[in-house]
T-cell receptor, first 113, second 112 residues
Framework: LAKTTQPISMDSYEGQEVNITCSHN???????ITWYQQFPSQGPRFIIQ?????VTNEVASLFIPADRKSSTLSLPRVSLSDTAVYYC??????????????WGAGTKLIIKP | KAGVTQTPRYLIKTRGQQVTLSCSPI?????VSWYQQTPGQGLQFLFE???????NKGNFPGRFSGRQFSNSRSEMNVSTLELGDSALYLC???????????FGPGTRLTVL
């Protein structure tokens, strides 16, 4: 049973900022939030990971409110090559023996010219 | 560092046959996980190996098995193939603990 809920699909245009929100109402104390990007017939690629507040790297930002029951992936100034499926996952990253990420259906993001 | 590699990249088998897929993790990574991905589905977790021991297992029949060698390379075996086993099989490695999984390119298995 997936621990996350995210929109099935989203459309946007080149140059826009895209925000994808994920709900994880039952997130546990030890769970981290991780986002992956996947292109067709390729393995998922790690985008960003966070535990609370805001995390930023060279490709995206991740916003996590204080209650941690949701998170938002922000992609600045998207291009056509950002068209992909984006997965939000929560998982226990602390315990080696209990590490397991549950994958949902992801959000299919389509960027238009 | 070289990434996760998987061989072969593509495979065609017939029903009833068996298949073995191979995964070489990133150097230094001791954990290898296997996933099955079918069209329209998210990734479904098969199992995870850490230091040659299966540590976690998903909800798949016993036809799906795996092992890990002392050099952390892992193999996955599927016996008595069924049409529904056609999928992209993905391998991911991580060093352990609070660490990110890194995925290989996958092996596309087609069962005829």
């Amino acid at each position: 049973l997936a621990k996350t809920t995210q929109p099935i699909s989203m459309d946007s245009y080149e140059g826009q900022e895209v925000n994808i929100t994920c709900s994880h109402n039952n997130i546990a104390t030890n769970d981290y939030i991780t986002w992956y990007q996947q292109f067709p017939s390729q393995g998922p690629r790690f985008i960003i990971q966070g535990y609370k507040t805001k995390v930023t790297n060279e490709v995206a930002s991740l916003f996590i409110p204080a209650d941690r029951k949701s998170s938002t992936l922000s992609l600045p100034r998207v291009s056509l090559s950002d068209t992909a499926v984006y997965y939000c996952l929560v998982g226990d990253m602390i315990s080696d023996s209990n590490y397991q990420l549950i994958w949902g259906a992801g959000t299919k993001l389509i960027i238009k010219p | 560092k070289a990434g996760v590699t998987q061989t072969p990249r593509y495979l065609i088998k017939t029903r009833g046959q068996q298949v073995t897929l191979s995964c070489s993790p990133i150097s230094g990574h001791r954990s290898v996980s296997w996933y099955q991905q079918t069209p329209g589905q998210g990734l479904q977790f098969l199992f995870e190996y850490f230091s040659e021991t299966q540590r976690n297992k998903g909800n798949f029949p016993g036809r799906f098995s795996g092992r890990q060698f002392s050099n952390s390379r892992s193999e996955m075996n599927v016996s008595t193939l069924e049409l529904g086993d056609s999928a992209l099989y993905l391998c991911a490695s991580r060093s352990g603990g609070a660490d990110t999984q890194y995925f290989g390119p996958g092996t596309r298995l087609t069962v005829l």
